[in-house]
């Protein structure tokens, strides 16, 4: 599954902080997690496997950027 962003269509995203408000806690009663462009920083949520294969991406990436360690 390919997301992209909604405003401008870039495909890289990050984890974004969860915020203990009524929002972001709807959201996590449905499983959805907030993400954010790396592009142009427009927050969005992902369902808990794609944020899980989106957080081991990113650790796999960390891993070889800082030689295994």
């Keep these: ?3 992209y962003c909604r405003l401008c269509g870039f495909l890289d995203f ?3 902080r ?5 929002p972001d806690l709807s959201r996590l009663l449905l499983l959805h997690l ?3 462009c790396v592009s142009c ?3 969005a949520f992902l369902f808990f496997p794609h944020f ?15 030689g295994g360690r």
Excluded at 18 to 22: D, E, N, V
């Design 52 to 66: 899980l294969k989106l957080r081991n991406e990113r650790r796999m990436r960390h891993k070889e950027r800082d």
């Design 34 to 36: 907030p993400v954010r």
């Design 41 to 43: 920083d427009q927050r």
């Design 1 to 3: 599954m390919e997301l």
């Design 18 to 22: 969860f915020r203990f408000h009524a």
């Design 14 to 16: 990050r984890i974004s």
